[in-house]
């Protein structure tokens, strides 16, 4: 009597004797099925190269398997920092520290960490336009994205807007709980424009929904004590203030804007010699 043998899976032994064709075909197939682009587009130079370097069978599936899960994990971040919603690309590699020496490199690459997301804490940078503030605010973003969190960017005016549409729609709450579950709320441009009553208290439900909860960071033009006006009501501006300090890292880029000076020395007249 034979005996069939339990140590394979039948269609491990319904597949013995393929033809190279038919098993180019079949890993085509099955790549299509089980959804791993990765390894049905590199998988004939994995053969070529595992064949090269002499790679056991465990060690050739390793690379393959690998290589699916780095560009999973590549389009993935991809797919964040493109949700994220940022107007332009910046990154901390190409941040000129020498041209602010109000930024602390040390400070930075902390929380390039995202140690500061993790807890729930706030983020400031305070300082006049050209001295790097946004470039940092996105820079940090983006690399919380490629760190997994998830991450919104917007224009504290937009977000405003957005919010009375929403609670003239009777949409607000739904509105407040996308803002809330984000793992970083990134908010631009807070304190370039004057914000009515009714626009300070929505945003002031958005920042309580994620008080030390998830992540806030802001950039403003405007020092805490001038946020009066942008903020009417005193009561209400201290309350926002609150919020955004509490745990915050501040870091305060100053006022001289690098950019402009970057701009003047580039189109200044070189002097002549007699």
Request: glycine share 6%; proline share 3%.
């Amino acid at each position: 009597m034979t005996t069939t043998s339990t140590s394979r899976p039948a269609s491990l032994r319904r597949r013995q004797g393929l033809t190279e064709q038919a098993a180019q075909a079949a890993i085509d197939q099955a790549c299509r099925r089980l959804r791993l682009p990765t390894i049905r587009a590199v998988v004939d130079d994995a053969v070529a190269a595992a064949t090269k370097d002499q790679l056991t069978y465990q060690g050739f599936l390793a690379e393959l398997l690998l290589a699916e899960v780095d560009d999973r994990d590549r389009r993935s971040t991809l797919r964040r920092i493109k949700s994220a919603g940022f107007p332009r690309e910046k990154w901390l590699a190409d941040f000129d520290f020498t041209a602010n020496p109000n930024i602390n490199p040390a400070t930075i690459n902390e929380l390039a960490t995202g140690d500061w997301i993790r807890r729930g804490d706030p983020l400031c940078l305070i300082g006049d336009s050209g001295t790097g503030k946004s470039h940092l605010l996105i820079a940090l973003a983006a690399a919380a994205a490629e760190q997994g969190y998830r991450v919104r960017y917007t224009l504290a005016t937009r977000l405003v807007n957005e919010l009375v549409e929403a609670a003239d729609e009777k949409q607000l709450t739904k509105t407040i709980n996308r803002y809330g579950r984000v793992d970083l709320l990134v908010i631009d441009e807070l304190g370039y424009m004057e914000l009515d009553r009714r626009g300070a208290e929505l945003l002031f439900q958005v920042l309580t929904e994620r008080e030390e909860k998830n992540a806030i960071a802001i950039a403003s033009n405007q020092s805490f004590s001038a946020w009066t006006d942008t903020f009417t009501d005193p009561r209400l501006c201290a309350a926002i203030v609150d919020r955004l300090t509490y745990n915050a890292t501040i870091i305060e880029t100053g006022t001289n804007s690098y950019r402009l000076a970057h701009t003047r020395a580039r189109h200044r007249t070189p002097a002549t010699g007699a």
